[in-house]
């Protein structure tokens, strides 16, 4: 009742299977009729139940047939609520779908560094294209420091003012030389914009 909503009276004696999502109908009706005729057997699933509100809810089922008497069918089922769980993997997918596409769509690379109080950095992520343009790996450029040290030694001045200016709040352009581990020096055009966290 406190999960699904509705009254005990109401749900007692109605089919799980009739509750359940219709696209998870018929594997959960399979299911529960292969247990059927497996005494002491066990299965594990998961499925959505209509809430009494019209939503779904997600539940890992684990269904235990508890009698020894092939002539008599009768399951015990204990429901989880995974609602939750559900929908961060949800939006974990929508997450990585979202950073696949800025991926495809930036030209060359973007990354993010992520800045402590104390303001030094650590690289949260780069796209893959990164690797391929520079030869460089994510940990070999994960704080600022080892990305200075690959920074044109003319340029450093300029990629510090950058850095500095971001610290402060501030959205930045500027170009400069980096050194690719190859040795090629490539001019880098950056464009930064700071994000603050809640705390902030």
């Known amino acids: 009742t406190r999960i699904l909503g509705y009254d005990l009276d109401a749900y007692v004696g109605e089919s799980v299977i009739e509750s359940t999502h219709p696209d998870d109908r018929q594997r959960v009706a399979e299911l529960f009729a292969q247990l059927i005729d497996q005494p002491g057997g066990q299965i594990t699933t998961e499925l959505r139940i209509g809430h009494a509100d019209g939503t779904w809810r997600w539940f890992e089922a684990t269904a235990v047939n ?3 008497e092939p002539a008599i069918a ?4 204990n429901f989880h609520d ?4 559900k929908q961060a993997e949800a939006a974990l997918r929508d997450s990585e779908e979202r950073y696949r596409m800025i991926s495809e769509l930036v030209s060359d690379y973007a990354y993010a560094y992520q ?6 950095a650590a690289l949260e ?3 893959d294209a990164f690797l391929r343009i520079t030869a460089y790996t994510k940990e070999e450029v994960a704080t600022f420091e080892q990305w200075s040290a690959i920074v ?5 001045a300029i ?6 200016r971001l610290l402060n709040g501030q959205a930045d352009v500027c170009e400069y030389r980096i050194h690719a581990k190859d040795g090629r020096v490539l001019w880098m055009r950056l464009y930064g914009h700071p994000l603050w ?3 902030e």
């Open 159 to 164: 990629a510090n003012q950058h850095s500095r």
């Open 197 to 199: 966290d809640a705390a």
């Open 115 to 120: 800045i402590a109080p104390d303001g030094s």
């Open 66 to 68: 508890s009698l020894v």
């Open 82 to 85: 995974v609602t939750e769980r």
């Open 74 to 77: 009768g399951l015990v089922v």
């Open 152 to 156: 044109h030694p003319a340029d450093r």
């Open 125 to 127: 992520w780069v796209t």
